[in-house]
């Protein structure tokens, strides 16, 4: 029988598991600094993306082993007659489960909680070097219709 | 001699003028409502947007007349060891002044905005319809480097 993921805000406890998931990555192993103990600007930006009711930290749990993460920011804008948006960034799934459906129901579960919040769009952008994930999410029922363009400060 | 181009954050007062601009565009011509009165889902987003400290809706002005807007999302990611980004949307200039330059001094004066905020990253979307825009942000130095997707729910 498939167990069960649930999902759940992360909590401080969980940090240290997300960003080794997130340094266990093609593009993450470039960017980031998984270290004991922690570099303190992870800790800083749990406290400010926990303390903002627009952002939401959401890991998936197998029993009680964390084993995905994404971010969820919800934003209202003007455009499309006022319309609340949710934007989904730095999914990862442990490698301990990938392949076993996790990405999915993280993305579904995403999709899920922005029509709770009263979004009328969910978006996201992967990058190109990824060609997996843009037909992961094509098969979620996301379409490419965008450029995705970003500037390094 | 060219007149100056000033910014500020959008007031109420504002907001006409800001949903005439949203609605006078190729694509926004089939999905905005500019109406009198305005629809209340325009004001209800402009207090949400204004009432948070992570977004700003910016008017560019000439003289006293509004003549662009754009809004910027500051958004805090556990990604790029704990990195603030910018994210830049809903940009629009006011057919009177196109032409003359005032997206590119709207987009830098977001570039800038980011910096102050101490983003390391400044990002946006371009819909793929509008082949000019992706061009006009390569010019400014953003790069496409990732997919755009979305999903209406």
Request: net charge positive; with cysteine.
């Amino acid at each position: 029988m498939e167990k069960e993921i649930t999902f759940r805000k992360a909590t401080k406890k969980d940090l240290d598991c997300i960003v080794a998931m997130l340094a266990d990555d093609m593009l993450g192993s470039k960017r980031e600094r998984y270290e004991h103990p922690l570099p303190n600007s992870y800790i800083k930006a749990f406290e400010d993306i926990t303390s903002d009711p627009n952002n939401e930290l959401i890991v998936a749990c197998d029993d009680n082993e964390v084993v995905g993460v994404q971010q969820i920011t919800f934003t209202p804008y003007i455009t499309h007659q006022g319309g609340w948006r949710a934007t989904i960034e730095g999914v990862r799934t442990s490698s301990s489960v990938r392949g076993k459906g996790v990405g999915t129901k993280l993305i579904k579960w995403a999709i899920q909680r922005a029509k709770e919040r009263g979004c009328h769009l969910v978006q996201l952008t992967t990058d190109k070097e990824r060609s997996d994930a843009l037909r992961f999410y094509e098969r979620l029922g996301f379409k490419a219709t965008h450029e995705g363009l970003k500037m390094k400060l």
